[in-house]
C-alpha cells in the first residue's frame, strides 16, 4: 500500500477522541487496585484493632500524608511518562520530598531518643513482614497501573514501569496503614520505603517487556 | 530567523489541524497526517541512510502510531516533541529488531537527535512501502477487518456500515480501533 493511501484508510471516517483519557484511565486503575489491595488487606490481615485510637494520633497522620504524597507525585510521574515527549519537570523533586521529610523527622526522633530504645524505632515489631506485605498488597494496583500505561503511548520503558511500580507500591502502603501499628518515623523511612521500592524496582525491569507498544 | 518562524508557524498550523482531527474533523485530520508524512520520511530518511528500504516502512509504522496514540496527546504541549518522541520510539523499536535478528551491536549511539529538527524539513514523495498493509488487513479476525474495509476503505459512515453488516454501530466503532491496533502489532512481527 502506498503511504498516501495509508493516509486516507487512517484519515476517513476518523471518530471524535475521548476527553482526558490519561487521567481516566489511571483513576479507573487506581480506584480497581486500590479495591483489590483492600480487600486482600481485609481477607489477609485485617484492619488494626486500635484503629478508633490510632486516627487520633497525629503521627498516624504524618505517616499517611508520607505514603500519600509519595503516591501523589508517582502518579504524576506515571501520567507524564504515558504521554510521548512529556518531560517529567519538577516532578522527581515531589518524589524524593516525601522521603526527605520522613529521613529529617527519623534522625531528628533518633536523636531525641536515649541509646536503648533507637533500635526498637528502627526494627518496631514488624520489620521482617512490613515490606513484603507492602509489595504484596501492591499486586493488585500493580497489575491495574500496567493495564492502564498499555492503553496510553509510554517511550520511556524502564522508567515508566518504574514509576507505575511506585505508584503500585505506595497504594499499597496506603491500604497497609490501615492495618500496620507501627508509627515511629524510623521505621517508616526505612521499611514503608523498602516495601514500596520493591515493586518500583519489578516495574523498571518488566516495564521494557510489558509496556512496549 | 526565518527558519525558527518557518518551524513555529509549521507547529502551529499541524497542531490546530491534529486537534480538530481528533474532534472529528476528517479534512483537517488528512492535512495534519499529510504533512506530517512528509516530515516523518525526511526524518527517518536522514536517520537511515545505510537502510533506505526501511524508510517507507517506517513512516508507515510511524503513520499508525501516531493514529492510534492520538488521544495520548496533550493540548499543553508541544506537538514537535510528541511527534519526535512517537518517531524516535519507532525508530529505535525497529533498529532493536533488526539488531535482535541480525546480532549486530547496538546502532542506537549513530543516531543524532535534535527534537526541533522534526518540523525544519519535510519529504513529500509519495512511496510504496514493502510492508502491504492491504495483506496484514487479510490477516485481521472478521470482527476487526469488516469495520475497517467498509468504513475505511469505503468511506461509509458507522451507521450505514452497521446497516450494511448487521454489526452494531459500537460493535463497528470498536472493531475499528482494535484493527487498527492489530494493524500495528503485525506490522511489528513482519519486520
Known sequence: M??????????????????????????VAMGLGLIGAGALMLILLGLRPDLGDAVRLPMFWVK????????????????????????????PAALVAPALAIWVLAAFVLAQAAPVERPGLIFGATWTSCPGLIALLAVPVFVAVFWAMR???????????????????SLGALVYCLHCPELAAPFLGTWYLLGILIPA????????????? | MTEQVHFDSTEARLRHALLQGRDGDAVAYHGFLNALTAHLRAYFRRRLIALPDEVEDLVQEALLAVHNQRHTYDAGQPLTAWVHAIAKY???????????????TDPLDAVLENTAELFSTADGEAAEARIDVHKLLAQLPERQRVPI????????SVAQAAMATGMSESAIKV???????????LIKGET
Not at chain 1, 502506498?2 to 483519557?21: F, S, Y
Not at chain 1, 524496582?201 to 507498544?213: A, F, I
Request: charged content about 20%.
Open chain 1, 64 to 91: 499517611l500524608a508520607f505514603v500519600a504524597g509519595l503516591a501523589w507525585a508517582s502518579l504524576l510521574a506515571a501520567m507524564r511518562l504515558s504521554r510521548p515527549g512529556m518531560a517529567l519537570a519538577w516532578v
Open chain 2, 90 to 104: 519507532k525508530l529505535v523499536d525497529r533498529l532493536r529488531r533488526r539488531a535482535g535478528k541480525e546480532r549486530l
Open chain 2, 175 to 185: 472493531g475499528v480501533h482494535r484493527g487498527l491496533k492489530a494493524l500495528a502489532a
Open chain 1, 151 to 169: 492503553g496510553l503511548a509510554p517511550t520511556q520503558l524502564p522508567l515508566s514501569g518504574a514509576a507505575a511500580g511506585l505508584l503500585a507500591g
Open chain 1, 201 to 213: 524496582l519489578v516495574g523498571g525491569l518488566l516495564g521494557p517487556r510489558l509496556l512496549r507498544w
Open chain 2, 149 to 156: 474495509v467498509r468504513t475505511k476503505l469505503e468511506g461509509l
Open chain 1, 2 to 27: 502506498k503511504t498516501d493511501e495509508l493516509v486516507v484508510l487512517l484519515a476517513t471516517g476518523v471518530e471524535p477522541v475521548e476527553r482526558h483519557p490519561v487521567g481516566r484511565r489511571h483513576a
